[in-house]
């Protein structure tokens, strides 16, 4: 469900940081912020580990989505010292990415103790074996499309076909209706598609799916 009550009041907050000027304190706004947002960086993270990381999840690691949680927390702490989002949508953003950040640093560490291990993202085929950790030639035109998609849709496309979250859940994030985020990620997928079509495998002659 839709939390509108998170919206206003983390908006409120943002307008109250938005007018903090010279040395006014403004950690005090940024944590009641941050503690306010909570529940939400709860479900992004929990979503981005299982769904993209879940490899980070086990031995040795054995990241927890508390544990992720304390170290973005700290991450936007830092952050929100010098940047000032001014919209739910901006700061969401901002923290998307740090959550990003924090996985993929984690996920560089492993590999560097345990090279042969690749991350396996969501939506990108896993290299053959013999490749490496290198990406083949489709996974980077793959993830070149996904970031060549203009801003809303790429942001919709990650949210719900990266993260894994749902379209009112995406919604809540970007602070937009339901049909909007269909929408988007419609646009997306049409545009994914007209860049990505020869990667689809071709049908012989003579042969319909339905006879797979």
């Known amino acids: 469900m839709v939390d509108d009550r998170t919206t206003v ?9 938005a007018g903090v000027r010279g040395d006014s304190p403004a950690e005090p706004i940024v944590r009641a912020l941050l503690a306010r947002a909570v529940d939400r960086l709860h479900l ?11 490899r980070l999840t086990r031995g040795p690691v054995n990241l927890q989505p508390d544990e992720m949680l304390s170290a973005v927390v700290e991450r936007l702490l830092k952050a929100l010292r010098g940047v000032r989002p001014q919209t739910v949508r901006q700061f969401f953003a901002l923290a998307n990415q740090h959550m ?4 993929n640093d984690l996920a560089r560490r492993l590999d560097e103790q345990v090279p042969a291990v690749e991350l396996r993202e969501s939506l990108v085929p896993a290299p053959p074996e013999s490749s490496g ?5 489709n996974t980077r035109r793959i993830l070149d ?9 790429r942001e919709v496309f990650n949210l719900v076909r990266i993260q894994g979250l749902t379209q009112p859940e ?13 929408r988007r990620l419609n646009r997306g997928l049409v545009l994914l598609t007209d ?10 002659a003579g042969h319909t799916p339905a006879d797979s």
């Open 9 to 17: 009041a983390v908006q409120r907050y943002l307008d109250d940081l």
């Open 44 to 54: 992004l993270c929990a979503t981005l580990l299982f769904r993209n990381y879940p």
């Open 100 to 103: 990003r950040w924090e996985l």
């Open 133 to 137: 950790s290198q990406l083949s030639p």
């Open 145 to 153: 499309a996904i970031e060549g998609l203009p801003p809303d849709e």
């Open 170 to 182: 995406a919604a809540e994030v970007v602070g937009v209706s339901p049909k909007t985020v269909q």
């Open 195 to 204: 860049r990505l079509g020869d990667l689809v495998p071709a049908v012989p």
